[in-house]
C-alpha cells in the first residue's frame, strides 16, 4: 500500500518563474493538504482540498493555487517566484471529515535561484 | 503562532527512556494533543494523539495531565532512529457531521537526539 508520493523530489527554479508541484495521497484517502517548511522552521499550513474544492486556506499570497482532481490527486502551483519560496513543500492526506491523522509525503525540495 | 511550548532541545542514552515534555495550557475542550515527528529529510510522521486519557500504541505513550495543560510522550527504549525534531500540536477535531479536518499549526518542535 503506497504511502503519499510526491514529485519531483528536488527542483531549481529562477525568480519569476511558475512551478508545479504534485501529489498523490495515501490509498483510500480524500482530502489533500499542502505545507510549506522553511530551513529550521515547522512546516506552515498553505491549504487543504476535499472534493476537488479548496476548503481551508492558511496566510500565503494568491500566487499559491492548488488543484485536486477526481482521482484525489493534488497540484500546488506557485506563480512569480521569490527567493523566500525556497522551502520543502510537503503533501499530506487524510479522511474527510474524521478525527484521523495527516500522512505525510517526503516532500519536493524548491530551490529558487 | 502554535499553542503548545516545548523544550527546544533534548537528549537521551540510548536504551532509555525519552520523555518529552509539552505545554498547552490554553487548550480547549475539544482539541485533542496530536504528536508528530519528523526526521532529517523526510515528512512528519504521525505517532499517537489523545483527548484526555492516557493512550499508548506500537511507538509510545501518551500522558496527558488531568487538567490538560500539559502533556508528555515517552518512547519507552529510545534508538538512534529515534533521533528527530518532536512536534506536540493541539487540533479541533471535526463534528459529528463531519467538516474540516482543521489544519496542524506546527511550532519548532523538540530536537531530540538519542547517543549511543
Known amino acids: 500500500d503506497a504511502g503519499v508520493t510526491q514529485s519531483p523530489t528536488h527542483l531549481i527554479k529562477t525568480r519569476g518563474q511558475q512551478v508545479t508541484l504534485r501529489c498523490s495521497p495515501k490509498?483510500?484517502?480524500?482530502?489533500v493538504s499542502w505545507y510549506q517548511q522553511a530551513l529550521g522552521q515547522g512546516p506552515q499550513f498553505i491549504f487543504q482540498?476535499?472534493?476537488?474544492?479548496e476548503r481551508q486556506r492558511g496566510n500565503f499570497p494568491d500566487r499559491f493555487s492548488g488543484h485536486q482532481f477526481p482521482n484525489y490527486s493534488s497540484e500546488l502551483n506557485v506563480n512569480a517566484l521569490l527567493l523566500g519560496d525556497s522551502a520543502l513543500y510537503l503533501c499530506?492526506?487524510?479522511?474527510w471529515g474524521r478525527g484521523s491523522p495527516l500522512h505525510f509525503g517526503n516532500g519536493t525540495r524548491l530551490t529558487v535561484t | 503562532d502554535a499553542k503548545t511550548t516545548q523544550p527546544t532541545s533534548m537528549d537521551c542514552a540510548e536504551g532509555r527512556a525519552a520523555n518529552l515534555p509539552c505545554n498547552h495550557s490554553?487548550?480547549?475542550?475539544?482539541?485533542?494533543v496530536y504528536w508528530y515527528r519528523q526526521i532529517h529529510s523526510q515528512g512528519p510522521q504521525y505517532i499517537i494523539h489523545?483527548?484526555?486519557n492516557n493512550e499508548t500504541n506500537e511507538m509510545a505513550s501518551l500522558i496527558i495531565t488531568e487538567d490538560r495543560k500539559s502533556s508528555t510522550l515517552i518512547l519507552p527504549h529510545a534508538t538512534l532512529r529515534d533521533t528527530a525534531v518532536y512536534y506536540c500540536?493541539?487540533?479541533?477535531?471535526?463534528?459529528?457531521?463531519?467538516?474540516?479536518?482543521?489544519?496542524?499549526?506546527f511550532g519548532k518542535g523538540t530536537k531530540l537526539s538519542v547517543k549511543p
Open positions: 489523545g483527548l484526555k
Open positions: 490554553t487548550i480547549s475542550g475539544n482539541e485533542y
Open positions: 482540498y476535499y472534493e476537488e474544492e
Open positions: 490509498s483510500g484517502h480524500d482530502t
Open positions: 500540536i493541539v487540533r479541533v477535531e471535526p463534528g459529528v457531521y463531519g467538516g474540516s479536518q482543521g489544519n496542524l499549526i
Open positions: 499530506a492526506s487524510s479522511f
